[in-house]
């Protein structure tokens, strides 16, 4: 059983440009303890890691344009290379399925907290992996062994508002799986699977604000297990109702 | 900004019947201060509401036999009495819109903690007025001003297992609007909208289980305001991509 949580913000990061050592700049700024969950706001790991596109870089393509409905078309063509598929589209507004799998609006790619008005922020290429080297690197200048979950703003079908969600994550397993655990009276609880990191993740979120450059919370008390990674959370498409 | 979170599971409830004084024994069980989110698991409001049915007194239609899959027919039955509108089937698994508008897995119909074997738990008739009464009778058996949130766990399409989300809400704004409001760089967020009601859900559900009877969370230092309705989390239809 589960004691308190704590969600902690991590203040006093500086802003993040490429090539930064975003683990060191969270080990300094965060008193971490064995066993804390560090989540991460994917904006600060696509920075460091260079994943974000000048649209004076970008040159429409006639879907861009098609999509555009009056907005700059270059930023629907930064979302068409992001890309799998697109799931649905009521222009300029695309939910799209990314190369990783996500399916979310504007296939992850987003002007806000960009470093300047005229670039667009990426999804990290590999978000697991971002979040394994997080990991690795926070242990190497802290010696304390966390989590880390690599974190977006998704919306969802039906329900209004975004929850922050884990795109990336190492260190836990993100999924916790009760099925075949019984409740109190004996039912077994034979599809219960609580997406934990998502929860995590919506829980930093909490503490985070979109405004005031708190792009990193800690929480404290969860006890992470397991292994996994966040593209595990997926829905495989030979189970997805929603396709 | 907001400071440091605290979530804290509520140990010591009994077994809840229909007719308990559910906001008396949640009041009596925590230690609560004002400007806390008590966040109640539906299945304990749902059974002081008595909004349980027994398999015994149901009796399957067609279309319930139908969808059953060799499952027992009278559980899809209940599900259908409890659906507005399907929106998927795959026998015998339904994603349904029930009556409040919520879409979930089942009509928000569970057999597991249900007060026996042979019962089912449904979703109260009214979540928000469920939180609204639970609200005031906590202010009265405490004099603190609280915040309620009653909470189910839900699937979500295209991500693997369930978050904890706000069914129900008295005190607290349950979408966050941040439009209008410039980052940073002075990029407006035009479309930030945070369902914190759900990620608060989503927290307390980190601490609670499912197994292990705690079905009640304080959330401490978030700082509720507004005022709203989990019914307004629903997606209008005019601007849902997914119905």
């Known amino acids: ?51 974000t596109v000048r649209l004076a870089d970008l040159e429409a393509s006639p879907q861009a344009r ?22 649905r589209t009521r222009p300029p507004l695309v939910i799209a399925e990314t190369h990783h799998g996500f399916v979310c609006a504007s296939a992850g790619v987003d002007a806000s907290n960009a470093p300047d008005l005229g ?35 998704f919306g969802r079908a039906w329900r209004q508002g975004t929850t922050d969600v884990a795109i990336g994550c190492s260190g836990l397993a993100p999924l916790l799986d009760l099925r075949g655990r019984r409740d109190a ?25 979109k405004t005031d450059g708190v792009p990193v919370a800690v929480i404290r008390g969860f006890k992470p297990h397991g292994v996994g990674t966040a593209r595990e959370m997926v829905m495989p498409p030979e189970r997805d109702l929603f396709r």
């Open 1 to 51: 059983m589960t004691g308190e949580l704590r969600v902690i913000p991590v203040r006093g990061l500086p802003e993040i440009g490429e090539g930064d050592d975003l683990g060191a700049l969270i080990a300094a700024a965060a008193q971490l303890e064995n066993g804390d969950v560090v989540v991460v706001a994917h904006k600060v790991v696509s920075k460091a890691e260079g994943r």
């Open 66 to 87: 098609d999509l555009a409905d009056g907005e700059d078309p270059r930023r629907l063509e930064a979302i068409l290379r992001e890309s799998a598929r697109l799931v």
């Open 119 to 153: 670039t667009l922020v990426l999804l990290p290429v590999d978000p697991d992996a971002s979040a394994q080297q997080l990991r690795t690197r926070l242990q190497e200048s802290t010696g304390r062994d966390v989590a880390v979950i690599v974190s977006d703003s």
């Open 185 to 209: 009276t004996g039912y077994e609880l034979h599809a219960t699977v609580i997406a934990v990191a998502d929860e995590l993740a919506g829980a930093a979120d909490l503490v985070r604000g």
